[in-house]
């Protein structure tokens, strides 16, 4: 685990300022991101954007996208429901690949002490009963781990409450324009005290459908609708006036769509002989001890993971034109991939209390997961067209290439085992009561065994040429993978006063390697690796925070430099393989600003932007001339400009009734699917502009809200998959929900 910070906080973060505070201040916002307890973000050394889920809800939003739009410096390229990918400071250098299980995330996701990560599919849960969410911006790597290389996304839920029985119930109607229909869900929470003093629980359960808004032009009907069912129990109990222990249960259950359309086609519309679906269940389990040994506190933090994903995509257009020469009639076919995942997680860490120039935390992380992918392509009545195209008599994929079933083309999987250990520490030494001092470490070690079987026509490849492509000997590869390493951290901050804060950090970012699919070299002309190697990362910063006219105005500022040396490049092969390599360098650059003004006592605006340049340094040279990356390419997929701006107003009525009005505006810029045209698979992902806008009536227990999403329509696609099949009509377009127009009724009790 790990928590490196960095200085900005964004205007979403001071938005959702309630609406019942009619101080004309900006509100204090703490948060726990350096481990230490709790602290004012302000005086935080590092960019952390806090968000309150009230500046999601009232939107009727709430997922990693959503949160994206609120953090510039974050961006997320969502295919499906937990079908996703998160960028940070444009430390990216490929896209979504949902086969790809040597591809470890570069952002890691928490939920409280839990890490949940997963590289290309993080979770989507709707029913955290959130009571914020901190965004860390940059390397986190001595207090959140490997994983944490580019930043951290912590979401910090509601603990119960001992004495007290309350809860709320939400239920949100809406219509999507386009191709969508109606959507609705309902959330429901309540606190239940057990004990006094002793014993609480808290229930949260939320159910949902989204309709779907992609026409499938072979049906008529939408392809990508999205069923939600989601609940959390948590527990506190008192268990001796110095140990406080949480424990909690998340259960998800999402049935979906893919969202693409092709660019060929009429806006918005897909066309697929084969139901194009995705299901994601989800358990997770967690324990928090925190026990009060008077010098420290001691937290004992057990996580385990249990998720089944598959996914299932139309693969018509290769089926049709690698097998049969793209010769018609088109052949329906279904690429299916299903991950079966299951991981531990314990920490332990004790840390100082509050007081003292002198503040500390230390602890030690073990992990350990298994991951089983299994991926095959069914083709109804393959078995019978290669039989008569190839002059096979009686050919069956299942007895004479060994695929799961017969009409199956392809069939393999992919099988981990990961384990890892580490130990960290971070200090922070206050020196003449303005200036804070702080080192950390943490030192690690990670393990990765890989097994992989490739069977079926195109598994079979090991000795097959492209002039004779079969082959009846499977892939096979074993093999492992080990990395250890150190993650320092180090910065200054100096209080000018208690409202003006210059602050100056340096920190590694790491990630470990890991093992390639093998590559049959007769089929694809090239010898890969077996495996790859880590790659690391060094962050400069300096920024600045400010707190204006008697707390009426924030304004912060960071610039940093990032050198990323040995970095995991993905080539991707004509012939459909793929595997990853080491190679070359990239920098980042970029400056991050943000302001809120507390204009009234019921009027607030926010500003917040970031700058990004990052780019290939040297020309990297990958062993295909085709796949080189030029020198001074810009990375893929992060957009250089991004800004987000929000206004709040209330009307305060008779009483305690008011009318609270909000709007937020989230501009991306465009982006490229690979560093330059030369390499192939290069696609320009378009600039959105997204304007979200909501009234809420409020009177006692009760909001009634209207709100709008995308009103404009700004924000159209979210990702690109380039074409590389002359039948296939043009690239896939993974389509963001276009306008949205609902009503919100909550009730609390």
Sequence with gaps: MSKALMAVVSAGAFAAVHAQDVSDKIEKVEVTATRTGAVDVQQVPAAITVLKPESLTKYGQGNLTDIANLVPAMSVQEQGPGVNNITMRGLVVRGIVPSEVQDASLVAVYIDEMPVTLKSSNPDLKVLDLERVEVLQGPQGTLFGAGAMAGTVRQITQKPEFNDFFGSVE???????????????????????VKDDVLALRLTGYTGNDSGYVRNEQTGGTTNAVSTNQARVAARLRATPDLLIDASIIASNIKGGINDAYSGLAPYTTTSLTPQTSNDNLQLYNLTLNYDAGVAQLVSSSSYLH?????????????TAFIFGGQSPLIGSSYVIGNALKDFAQEFRLQSKPGGPLKWTAG????????????????PGFDARFATAHNFPGYNSQQNDNAFTPDD????????KSREAAVFAEATYTVWDKLDLTAGLRLFRGTQDFDLKFTGLFGNLVNSTPAAPHSAQPEVSTSSETSKGANPRFAAAYRLDEDHTLYTSVGKGFRYGGNNQPVPFNFCGVNAPSTFSPDSLWNFEAGSKNTLFDRRVTFNASAYLIKWKDVQVFDKLPCTYYFTQNAGKIRSEGVELESFFKVSRQASVGLSATFNHAYATETVVTGIPAQNIPADARVPYAPKFAATATANYTIPLAGKEEIALSANYAHRGEAYTNFASSQGSYSRIPS?????????????????????????NGAKISDVTTNTIAIQPGDNLYMIRPRTVGLRVKARF
Aim: zero cysteines; charged letters at 15%; proline letters at 4%.
């Design 171 to 193: 239920a949100v109607g809406s219509r999507t324009s386009k191709f969508g229909g109606t959507n609705h869900n309902l959330r429901a929470t309540v606190n239940v005290p």
């Design 307 to 319: 998720r089944d994903t598959l996914y299932v995509n139309s693969g018509q257009y290769k089926a």
């Design 364 to 379: 030690a992380f073990y992990t350990q997961g298994k991951r089983d992918l299994r991926q095959d392509q069914p083709t």
């Design 409 to 416: 083309y392809f069939s393999g999987t992919q099988n981990i």
């Design 688 to 712: 959105s502009n997204t304007l979200n806008a909501t009234a809420v009536y409020k009177t006692g227990p009760y909001e009634f809200g209207l709100f709008g999403t995308n009103l404009t």
